[in-house]
């Protein structure tokens, strides 16, 4: 059965930093490309980033400069959070092969 498990979220003041984790059971990371989305109350699910299988990135511009995708292992796909801000608030999925993890809820606010 695969499985992906997001992790790392919480809650931290504008301008602080998180890590996001995606780790993949019943499939191997490595051998597809992962990305991150997340949805806003209220909103659609927007991309965030993106790494394919080569280690090619991609990132929304709301994002670029900020967050950092990576893969940290074979079964593990992480995104690094600078300087964040309120409007990122969300709940971040990780997303594999036609596959979505359950969401890690984000929140930035004084």
């Known amino acids: 059965q695969v499985q992906l498990v997001e992790s790392g979220g919480g809650w931290v003041p504008p301008g602080g930093s998180l890590r996001l984790s995606c780790v993949g059971s019943g499939l191997t990371l490595d051998n597809y490309a992962v990305a991150w989305f997340r949805q806003a109350p209220g909103k659609e699910r927007e991309g965030v980033a993106s790494i394919t299988r080569r280690g090619v990135t991609n990132y929304s511009d709301s994002v670029k400069g900020r967050f950092t995708i990576s893969r940290d292992n074979e079964n593990t796909v992480s995104l690094q959070m600078n300087s964040l801000k309120p409007e990122d608030t969300a709940l971040y999925y990780c997303?594999?092969?036609?596959?979505w993890g359950q969401g890690t809820q984000v929140t930035v606010s004084s």
């Open positions: 997303f594999s092969y036609t596959n």
